[in-house]
C-alpha cells in the first residue's frame, strides 16, 4: 500500500463556501497507478450526511432496524428517534412510505406515551389496598403441592375488578379458587393527570397446600 492511500482524506464537500451552490466532482485519481478520470460525477446522497446523520445512521444499521435497541444505544427518547429519522429523509431527498397501518403505529407511540408518563409519575399505577387469598381446593389435597393461577384483570375507575382472563393455570382446580378470589380485592384507581381510568393488569395468584 502506498504512502499517499494511508494518508488521511478530507470529508467530502458537497455546497459551494460562497455561493452554497451544489458542487459536483469532475476528478476522480487513483494514486497507486496515477491514473485520473475526468468528468461530472454527482455526489452519492450519503456523502451529503453530517456527523450527526451519519452516526445515527450507522446505529440504526448496527442495531438491525430495532427502534428500541437504537434508543438504548443512542439514549435517546422515541420521539426523539423519530425526530433523527425525519431530518435524514430530509437530507437524503428521501419521501416517507406511505404508513399502511396507522392504528399500529399509533398505538406504538400511545403505549411510548404512557411510558415517559410513568417515568415522569404523571400515571399513578394501581395500588392493592385488599387482599384475600384462595382456598387451596379439597379435591387438589392429594397433589400436596403448590400451584400458580395467571390472569389477565380488568381494574374499573372505582378500583374493583370488572372482569378476569385465564392466562395460564398448572392445574385446573386451582382456577375457580383463584378468579373468586381475585374479585374480593380491590385497588386505589389508576389515575391519568388526575382521572381515574380502567386498566388491565396481570395479577398472579399462589396456592399453598
Known amino acids: 500500500m502506498s504512502t499517499m492511500s494511508r494518508e488521511k482524506l478530507n470529508q467530502l464537500p458537497f455546497k459551494e ?17 496515477g491514473i485520473s478520470i475526468i ?7 450519503y456523502a451529503k450526511l453530517d456527523a450527526e446523520q451519519t452516526r445515527f445512521l450507522e ?38 412510505v406511505k404508513d399502511e397501518s396507522p392504528r399500529k403505529e399509533k398505538s406504538a407511540e ?23 387469598s384462595p382456598a387451596y381446593p379439597p379435591e387438589a389435597a392429594h397433589m400436596d403441592r403448590p400451584g400458580v393461577v395467571i390472569v389477565e384483570a380488568m381494574i374499573s375507575p372505582a378500583g374493583c375488578v370488572a372482569g378476569q382472563r385465564l392466562v395460564s393455570s398448572g ?4 382456577v375457580w379458587p383463584a378468579m373468586r378470589a381475585i374479585s374480593r380485592w380491590r385497588y386505589e384507581p389508576t389515575l391519568v393527570d388526575g382521572h381515574a381510568v380502567p386498566v388491565l393488569m396481570m395479577t398472579t395468584v399462589n396456592f399453598r397446600p
Open 17 to 33: 463556501p460562497i455561493s452554497g451552490g451544489d458542487l459536483i466532482v469532475t476528478e476522480l485519481h487513483c494514486p497507486e497507478s
Open 39 to 45: 468528468g461530472k460525477f454527482e455526489i452519492p446522497r
Open 59 to 96: 446505529t440504526f444499521l448496527r442495531c438491525r432496524g430495532m427502534i428500541n435497541a437504537v434508543e438504548r444505544e443512542l439514549g435517546i427518547s422515541y420521539p426523539t428517534v423519530k425526530a433523527r429519522f425525519d431530518s435524514l429523509l430530509q437530507a437524503l431527498d428521501l419521501t416517507p
Open 110 to 132: 400511545t403505549k411510548k406515551a404512557i411510558l415517559d408518563q410513568l417515568e415522569r409519575g404523571e400515571i399513578r399505577p394501581p395500588k392493592k389496598v385488599r387482599d384475600a
Open 171 to 174: 392445574y385446573p382446580g386451582f
